[in-house]
């Protein structure tokens, strides 16, 4: 079976208000933002960036700064849907590392790195437990009909969600209404539900929001093939956790598509594979990849439904050796309500935060008792010790 992966939009009526605007921003900005307000209470804070949106990336580690400096409830909450949402943006120019690119040869290379480590590592990950806490959050929209989507500003194309960031216009900014902490295992390979391997095709099981599978594998086993035989090619150098990271943007057309998406539509569920695109870091020594996005370009009569999938990775240790697993993953999506196909109806933006831990190895036991500790035979009436 060709394995896909797959993002399912099932969105909830909700209530309707009328509009509020939101200012665009950059990181150097949320810096200075933040250094202001330093200090005052956790509510003040949070209602200074309730009314903001990002046009550039965070990376992970400039949230947990953030967290760190500002650790309330309500900032977490703020700065997590801020950065997030910012996930498909551009890289801010003074965050690339101010190194030259490599020449195709060892372009070449670093690519040839990732195919025999999609080959070899992936298919060595032990069989494991992993916890995966999500955080759901989604807006109210306004009553009136949604915005005409418009590409990122000055039209310049990049690998960012199409105006996603936009649609927090809204009634009322996207904020938490759900959470859970859910076990996961992966054996042989397969990501598993209970006792039964989970098909990255099907969604059988009734959600609120978005749901995302294949973190654990499959997202890398398709996306980077299909960037292959689509077009790849050299992004930047970005500072990773260990390293530098080189960053590839790749672009794949419909006709060698294997990214699945699911979303409801009169009463059923639609299936698309669009054409996509977006980035893949790479640890340049090992090939192993550390970060990945894919934007899907929906076609006509879908063009209204935008969406957005990132996966971070770093090393984990299981059994006194480190694997390369999956640690963060956003999930964001923006799509008329009652009618993907048709702008009359407001635009409703759902986000998953998710965090994998407490990873351990998935392990059988057996103990082996000494002949001298082992419980005395008892013989059953007429026969001899059994």
Not at 14 to 22: K, S
Not at 118 to 141: G, H, I, M, V
Not at 246 to 259: G, I, L, N, Q, T
Not at 309 to 321: D, F, K, N
Request: glycine content about 6%; overall charge negative.
């Amino acid at each position: 079976m060709v394995r896909r992966i797959v993002i399912a939009l099932l969105l909830a009526v909700v209530a309707q208000f009328p509009a509020r605007a939101a200012r665009r921003v950059t990181v150097q900005q949320v810096d200075l933002l933040l250094e202001e307000y330093k200090g005052e209470s956790d509510a003040k804070v949070a209602g200074q960036l309730a009314d903001i949106v990002l046009t550039e990336r965070a990376p992970s580690a400039r949230l947990k700064s953030w967290e760190a400096k500002f650790p309330g409830r309500r900032c977490h909450e703020m700065l997590t849907e801020l950065v997030d949402a910012s996930s498909f943006e551009e890289l801010p120019e003074s965050d690339k590392l101010a190194q030259s690119a490599p020449d195709a040869g060892a372009q070449r290379t670093i690519l040839t790195k990732t195919v025999d480590y999609l080959n070899q590592a992936l298919s060595r990950l032990p069989n494991f437990f992993a916890t995966r806490r999500t955080e759901y959050y989604e807006d109210k929209p306004p009553a009136q009909p949604a915005d005409h989507f418009e590409p990122g500003a000055g039209g310049r194309r990049s690998t960012a969600v199409p105006a996603m960031t936009q649609s927090t216009s809204t009634a009322e900014r996207m904020h938490i209404v759900d959470h859970a902490s859910v076990p996961v295992s992966y054996q042989d390979g397969y990501e598993m539900r209970g006792t039964k391997r989970l098909d990255p095709t099907v969604l059988d099981t009734p959600v609120k929001g978005l749901t995302t599978v294949g973190e654990f594998g499959p997202i890398l086993a398709v996306v980077f093939p299909d960037a292959v035989r689509g077009k790849i090619y050299w992004g930047y150098w970005e500072q990773g956790a260990s390293g530098a990271l080189a960053v590839y943007r790749y672009k794949v057309p419909a006709s060698e598509s294997r990214y699945l998406v699911q979303f409801p539509h009169d009463k059923e569920t639609v299936k698309v594979m669009p054409a996509y695109h977006g980035e893949i870091s790479i640890d340049p020594e090992s090939g192993a990849i550390m970060r990945i996005t894919i934007v899907p370009d929906f076609s006509p009569p879908y063009e209204l439904v935008k969406e957005g999938m990132m996966v971070e990775y770093g090393p984990v240790a299981l059994g006194g050796t480190n694997y390369i697993c999956p640690l963060k993953g956003v999930a964001l999506a923006v799509m008329p309500m009652n009618d993907p196909t048709s702008d009359a109806y407001p635009a409703q933006t759902q986000l998953n935060d998710v965090v994998f831990t407490d990873y351990h190895l998935l392990r059988s036991e057996s103990r082996i008792v000494p002949a001298q500790d082992a419980p005395p035979e008892t013989a059953p009436p007429g026969g001899p010790p059994q």
